[in-house]
C-alpha cells in the first residue's frame, strides 16, 4: 500500500461560508466511522491534516474519543474533579498514550540518541506513580507507565523510558513545591506531547529513591521532567533482570 502524504492547509475559517467545509460530512457521521475503525489515531492524524475544520473536529471529539476507548478507567479518573477537558488537550493525552518520546543527543537526556516511535499497548498505574512523589507530595495523582525498554545502548546499558499525566497539575503538591524551591524551566526543551515547558525534578531535587524501585533501574540514574500541563517523561538505566528481581523482592 503506498503512503499517502497530506500537506496541512490552512484555509479553513470554521465559518459557514467556508469553501473547505462544503461537501463535509456530519460531525456524528464521523464519529460513526470512526467508532468502526476502533478510533485509529493514525488515521485521525491523517485526517486532522486535512484543513483546521478537521484538524478542531479531531481535537475536540475524535481524540477524545481515543482516550476513553483506549483507557477508560484513567480517563474517569481524570475527569473526576469536573474538568469537562484534560490539561494540555485530548490530543496531547492521546500521542502520550501511544508514543515514547526517545531522546536526542544534546537534548533533555544529554548523552543518547533513541529514536521516539509509537507503542502498541502500555500500563499506566496510578498506585506506581506514588512511588514517583516525595512523601509529602502523595496525596497528589500521578499515572506512570511501565518503562518502554531499550537494550543495549553501549556504555549507557539498557535504558527504559517512562511517561505518565498529573491529574489536576495546576493545583497540585508538586507544583506548588517546584515554585517554592524556584525550580527553573528548562531554557529550549519543550514537553513533546504539548510543547509546554519542562521542569527538572532532578534539578528540584524531587525524586525519590521509591521511584528506582519502582522502575527496576539504578537509584542514582533516574531522572524525569514534568510539563506546565503536567505531562510527565523520563529515562532510567535498567538493572540487569536478575539483580532487578531482588529490587523488587526488597520493595
Given at each position: 500500500?503506498?503512503?499517502?502524504?497530506?500537506?496541512?492547509?490552512?484555509?479553513?475559517?470554521?465559518?459557514?461560508?467556508?469553501?473547505?467545509?462544503?461537501?463535509?460530512?456530519?460531525?456524528?457521521?464521523?464519529?460513526?466511522?470512526?467508532?468502526?475503525?476502533?478510533?485509529?489515531?493514525?488515521?485521525?492524524?491523517?485526517?486532522?491534516?486535512?484543513?483546521?475544520?478537521?484538524?478542531?473536529?479531531?481535537?475536540?471529539?475524535?481524540?477524545?474519543?481515543?482516550?476513553?476507548?483506549?483507557?477508560?478507567k484513567m480517563m474517569l479518573d481524570?475527569?473526576?474533579?469536573?474538568?469537562?477537558?484534560?490539561?494540555?488537550?485530548?490530543?496531547?493525552?492521546?500521542?502520550?498514550?501511544?508514543?515514547?518520546?526517545?531522546?536526542?543527543?544534546?537534548?533533555?537526556?544529554?548523552?543518547?540518541?533513541?529514536?521516539?516511535?509509537?507503542?502498541?499497548?502500555?500500563?499506566?498505574?496510578?498506585?506506581?506513580?506514588?512511588?514517583?512523589?516525595?512523601?509529602?507530595?502523595?496525596?497528589?495523582?500521578?499515572?506512570?507507565?511501565?518503562?518502554?525498554?531499550?537494550?543495549?545502548?553501549?556504555?549507557?546499558?539498557?535504558?527504559?523510558?517512562?511517561?505518565?499525566?498529573?491529574?489536576?497539575?495546576?493545583?497540585?503538591?508538586?507544583?506548588?513545591?517546584?515554585i517554592k524551591r524556584g525550580a527553573?524551566?528548562?531554557?529550549?526543551?519543550?514537553?513533546?506531547?504539548?510543547?509546554?515547558?519542562?521542569?527538572?525534578?532532578?534539578?528540584?531535587?524531587?525524586?525519590?529513591?521509591?521511584?528506582?524501585?519502582?522502575?527496576?533501574?539504578?537509584e542514582d540514574c533516574v531522572e524525569?521532567?514534568?510539563?506546565?500541563?503536567?505531562?510527565?517523561?523520563?529515562?532510567?538505566?535498567?538493572?540487569?533482570?536478575?539483580?532487578?528481581?531482588?529490587?523488587?523482592?526488597?520493595?
Open positions: 500500500m503506498e503512503t499517502m502524504i497530506l500537506t496541512k492547509q490552512y484555509r479553513c475559517i470554521h465559518s459557514s461560508s467556508c469553501q473547505c467545509k462544503k461537501g463535509h460530512l456530519s460531525e456524528d457521521v464521523i464519529f460513526l466511522v470512526f467508532q468502526q475503525l476502533n478510533w485509529n489515531p493514525k488515521l485521525i492524524a491523517t485526517l486532522s491534516c486535512v484543513c483546521k475544520w478537521f484538524d478542531d473536529l479531531a481535537k475536540r471529539v475524535l481524540w477524545k474519543a481515543f482516550c476513553w476507548a483506549r483507557a477508560p481524570l475527569q473526576s474533579s469536573g474538568s469537562h477537558s484534560v490539561d494540555g488537550n485530548w490530543r496531547a493525552l492521546g500521542k502520550l498514550l501511544i508514543y515514547c518520546s526517545g531522546c536526542t543527543k544534546g537534548g533533555l537526556f544529554n548523552n543518547i540518541h533513541i529514536p521516539g516511535h509509537f507503542v502498541y499497548k502500555t500500563r499506566f498505574s496510578r498506585t506506581s506513580g506514588k512511588s514517583f512523589l516525595l512523601p509529602q507530595c502523595r496525596t497528589d495523582i500521578l499515572y506512570v507507565s511501565d518503562p518502554c525498554e531499550h537494550l543495549d545502548q553501549g556504555d549507557e546499558g539498557d535504558v527504559g523510558f517512562f511517561r505518565g499525566i498529573f491529574k489536576s497539575f495546576s493545583m497540585s503538591k508538586v507544583r506548588k513545591m517546584l527553573q524551566l528548562h531554557p529550549t526543551e519543550v514537553c513533546p506531547y504539548c510543547k509546554a515547558k519542562l521542569w527538572s525534578m532532578q534539578q528540584a531535587e524531587m525524586i525519590p529513591q521509591s521511584a528506582s524501585c519502582r522502575l527496576g533501574a539504578y524525569y521532567y514534568v510539563c506546565l500541563n503536567g505531562h510527565v517523561l523520563g529515562i532510567c538505566t535498567l538493572l540487569p533482570l536478575s539483580d532487578s528481581e531482588e529490587v523488587s523482592e526488597l520493595e
